[in-house]
């Protein structure tokens, strides 16, 4: 089955500074692999995805995800990080013989001022 | 608008005492999901269902019933409520089979039993 690791729960990044949250994944086949953010007493909501083709993938609030096969990597960055950024964030990759998305245990983010 | 409603949003209850969650889509998505959220666990998926009628086991099944009887509607039954099941769950719908698309998440139902 496909799963995702994410390191680190808590992660606090000075506002202003580079945010990096990291996702490595497994998964025997082509992956589709997914970044949610989940602020405070909200569902989730889809920051980006990859599928296929182009391995920098833009998504929304200026995050982006770089797919890189040969490191089973799928980080999530921000150049600049804003105080709206705290949230929770998960990585997740498409687990085809469950016919469901693998979630990894998130990352808490704080930003300090 | 396009949206997953869940009710309701908070919920306290006493062990054993039957209860239903309720979830419904707008979207006439194929795919639903119950998932539960526990600090440090992540998302942990409950069941799910790839079209009316058609409903399987999660990670964490066990003391969960849901059914789908109408694609927008996915009812999470827990028959007999235990602590243990105290968490905050979401459903989440989807236009195809989840591997490929992109899930949609309701604002979340915190239970709570005593």
């Known amino acids: 089955a496909q799963s995702v690791t994410q390191l680190g729960s808590h992660v606090s990044v000075s506002e202003g500074a580079l945010v990096l949250l990291r996702c490595n994944y497994s998964s025997s086949v082509p992956p589709y692999l997914f970044w949610y953010v989940q602020y405070p007493n909200q569902g989730l909501q889809l920051l980006l995805k990859y599928t296929t083709g182009a391995t920098l993938v833009k998504g929304i609030n200026g995050f982006e995800a770089e797919f890189k096969k040969s490191e089973t990597s799928f980080h999530l960055t921000k150049p600049s990080a804003h105080m709206s950024d705290a949230a929770e964030y998960f990585c997740?990759?498409?687990?085809?013989?469950?016919?469901?998305?693998?979630f990894g245990k998130g990352n808490q983010v704080v930003v300090i001022p | 608008e396009a949206q997953v409603t869940q009710n309701p949003r908070y919920l306290i209850t006493v062990t054993g005492k039957k209860l239903t969650v309720t979830c419904s889509q707008n979207?006439?998505?194929?795919?639903m999901s119950w998932y539960r959220q526990d600090p440090g666990l992540g998302l942990r998926q409950i069941y799910y269902?790839?079209?009316?009628?058609?409903?399987d086991k999660g990670d964490v099944p066990e003391g969960y019933k849901v059914s789908r009887k109408e694609k927008r509607n996915f009812p999470l039954i827990l028959e007999s409520p235990s602590p243990n099941q105290t968490s905050l769950y979401f459903c989440?719908?989807?236009?195809?089979?989840?591997?490929?698309?992109?899930?949609?998440f309701g604002p979340g139902t915190r239970l709570t039993v005593t």
């Open positions: 989440a719908s989807s236009f195809g089979v989840a591997p490929s698309y992109e899930q949609y």
């Open positions: 269902s790839m079209n009316v009628e058609v409903t």
């Open positions: 979207m006439n998505h194929e795919y």
């Open positions: 997740a990759v498409g687990d085809y013989g469950n016919n469901r998305l693998a």
